[in-house]
Structure formats: structure tokens, C-alpha cells
């Protein structure tokens, strides 16, 4: 996969709660009902018959994988060296609290205040982090600065394109709607909020209409094929009419399996 991805958050609209079950299934679409129950919802592989399928009968039982194609490599290292060096910022803050501005600050005084220590701040683009005193900006050696203005000349990109975990879709079988991602060991995790249920219902030959019980409205999700598969997008649109994804790239459609809760 030589696309550049970058997995993009969105929070509102996935989980499980305790609703009663909405069926996926809509009368009213044109799909054959004859044809389409020849491929029955097994969760197995991309049926074979696909012809006659519609979405409806498509959907229940995959898990939709999708990237976010990155603008450019500058850009993303440029925002993830600057979110790092932010943290840093915060660090001294609370470490220097009573000091003074000219005190010396290193990173190894910093790592009680991060979270995982500063070894899980790295600039993407392998720059290091300088710091001097509490009252001075962390730098970053490959030139990303906390001073970066919207237009500003960006330090070229290094290094391999980002690593970050892919997001997905999973549309079960109960008609419910999962948003996850894939964790460090490829394992497949809810990433949106357990308490919320969203169900889904085909609503076009290529959209789907998304409730989730904690919020007003639907939102839709429109694909740009019946049957969506690797190459094809998704778009989806909040209840607002604002796109959360525009044409995001369809990478895998799988089977759904269990995924792996959230704490
Ligand atoms: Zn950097």
C-alpha cells in the first residue's frame, strides 16, 4: 500500500448500548429479494455472486477499512512535531512552575509529566527535541517550530510516510454500527463510545442512514459504488450536513468479527 494514510478521529458516532435492535433490512429498496438471498450474510468473504446484491444484503457482516489520504508528508510531520513539542511546552510548564526563566530544563527532568515519558515523543521526521531553559520554546533540530504560522515555509519531509492505525466500519448483522481501529498488533478495537448505540439502515443503492442514540438527526454515509469494495470511497455527512469523511478511500472490506472493547 504506497498511499500515505493518516487516520482521521471522529468520535460521535459509534457503539453499543441497550435500544432495541434496528433490522438493516429495508422493503422498499429494488435489490432481488430472490438473488440476494443466495448470498447469505455468512460474515464470509466478498460473495462470489455479486451481481444481483444489493447493499443491504452486502453489508451486514463487513467491516469496511478506510484511509484518509495525508495532503502531504510535510504537512502531517510538520502538525505531529509541533503536537509533540506543545506537550513538551505543557512539561516545563509544570516543571518549572517555581523556577526561574533561566533555569536549565532537560528532557529527562521532563518525563515524570508526560504520559509515557519523552521517549513516546518523537519527531516524525527524526528530529530532535532541544531545550534549553523554562522560559525558551522547545525546538525540534529538523526545523519544525512552535512558531509555525499557516503559509510558513515547512522543513522538508523525511522518513517513511505515517504508521497510523487504519479506521473501520463495521456494519454487524444486528444492524448496529461500530467505528474502530486496528491496534499495534493489528487487532481490531471499538474506538468509539460504548455507551452509545448507532444503527444503520440502507436508505439508497448507495447510501446508508445512521442513528445513534445520543444524538439528534441522522447522518449518512454514501458510497460511491453498490457494492463497495477496495478502490471505492465513503463519504459521511452529520446530521449538520457537514462532511465528517469526503470520499474517504475504501482500503479492505472484510469480514466483521467481535471487536475488542474499549475501557
Ligand atoms: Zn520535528
Redesign the pocket.
Known amino acids: 500500500m504506497k498511499q500515505i494514510l493518516l487516520m482521521i478521529g471522529m468520535v460521535a458516532l459509534v457503539g453499543c448500548g441497550e435500544k432495541e435492535p434496528v433490522q438493516p433490512t429495508t422493503p422498499d429498496t429494488e435489490a432481488p429479494k430472490s438473488e440476494s438471498t443466495k448470498v447469505k450474510a455468512s460474515g464470509g468473504e466478498k460473495g462470489r455472486d455479486e451481481k444481483t446484491v444489493g447493499l443491504e444484503s452486502y453489508l451486514p457482516g463487513k467491516r469496511i477499512v478506510i484511509g484518509q489520504l495525508v495532503k502531504s508528508l510535510e504537512i502531517w510531520q510538520n502538525s505531529e ?1 509541533i503536537k509533540n513539542m506543545r506537550k513538551l511546552e505543557i512539561a516545563i510548564i509544570q516543571w518549572g512552575f517555581s523556577k526561574a526563566d533561566d533555569a536549565k530544563v532537560t528532557l529527562d527532568d521532563l518525563a515524570p509529566y508526560l504520559k509515557a515519558g519523552t521517549n513516546s515523543l518523537k ?1 516524525p ?1 527524526g ?1 530532535k527535541y532541544i531545550l534549553t531553559t523554562v522560559g525558551e520554546d522547545p525546538k ?1 533540530s ?1 526545523g ?1 517550530s512552535l512558531d509555525y504560522e499557516r503559509g510558513d515555509k515547512l522543513p522538508p519531509a523525511k522518513g517513511p510516510p505515517p504508521s497510523a492505525p487504519l479506521e473501520f466500519w463495521q456494519f454487524n448483522k444486528d444492524g448496529t454500527l461500530q467505528w474502530g481501529r486496528f491496534d499495534e498488533n493489528g487487532e481490531a478495537k471499538e474506538a468509539g463510545n460504548p455507551r452509545t448505540r448507532t444503527t444503520y439502515k440502507v436508505t439508497g443503492p448507495m447510501e446508508v442512514t445512521l442513528e445513534a442514540d445520543d444524538q439528534e438527526g441522522k447522518a449518512k454515509m454514501i458510497f460511491t459504488k453498490p457494492k463497495p469494495g477496495k478502490g471505492d470511497a465513503l463519504t459521511l455527512r452529520m446530521p449538520s450536513g457537514k462532511e465528517k469523511l469526503s470520499k474517504a478511500p475504501i482500503l479492505e472490506v472484510t469480514p466483521a468479527s467481535p471487536l475488542k472493547k474499549k475501557k
Open positions: 512535531c519527531c521526521a528530529g525540534c529538523h519544525h
